[in-house]
């Protein structure tokens, strides 16, 4: 049932329809694969996400466990599948996918220094403009102690104001210079559900 609530299609409907007539073209290889990997292994619970064309001519996820069922000379007599609509789910998935990705232009756009950091300082995620403004690149700041990119002279003040907003829980502002330049910068605290600071946003604009 749950496959004709999937597909739309009556069980009559689907008896008279090989599994492939019912999968997205674009899957057709790897349904293929998949079934002829069952074969072969005699396996059982092979797992797949595979998408179908319904009745209505529309696009749904199912994710497909297939089983491989044996005679006693080990000859594969029945393959048995179920599936689950998973729909929703990939809807859901696609749409933080492409919130992360417009997320993550919005964030390289702009000019100005942007850093995610933990309590501790160490930082979660740095934009592009930060990364190459200090030599480095986004992977090798991400996961190190934000300390470690300004001199020690003002790693100290800046790790003042970081202590300031983990107390308080509220937003800091303050102006440092670095090699001749004025950097304005804005610490912003981010609560998790029991209130507390588990990360800071940092901003910093010259």
Not at 89 to 104: P, Q, S, V
Not at 133 to 149: A, H, N, Q, S
Not at 150 to 175: C, M, N, W
């Amino acid at each position: 049932k749950a496959f004709c609530d999937l597909t739309g299609y009556s069980p009559e409907e689907i008896i008279s329809r090989k599994i492939g007539d019912l999968v997205h073209p674009d899957d057709a290889i790897i349904e293929r694969s998949f079934i002829t990997d069952a074969l072969n292994r005699r396996a059982q619970d092979i797992r797949m996400e595979i998408r179908f064309i319904t009745k209505s001519n529309e696009i749904r996820w199912g994710d497909v466990s297939l089983s491989a069922y044996t005679d006693e000379k080990n000859n594969v007599v029945n393959l048995i599948g179920v599936v689950k609509d998973i729909s929703d789910r990939k809807k859901t998935e696609l749409l933080l996918k492409e919130a992360e990705e417009n997320a993550r232009v919005l964030i390289n756009a702009p000019k100005e220094s942007i850093f995610l950091v933990k309590p501790d300082g160490s930082v979660i995620y740095v934009n592009e403009t930060t990364a190459e403004r200090l030599g480095y690149t986004v992977d090798e700041m991400i996961g190190r102690p934000i300390f470690l990119f300004a001199p020690s002279e003002i790693s100290d003040r800046r790790r003042v104001y970081l202590t300031q907003v983990l107390k308080s829980g509220k937003p800091v502002h303050f102006i440092d210079e670095r090699y001749g330049r004025m950097m304005e910068n804005s610490l912003y605290p981010i609560l998790d559900d029991q209130g507390k600071v588990s990360r800071v946003a940092i901003y910093g604009r010259d």
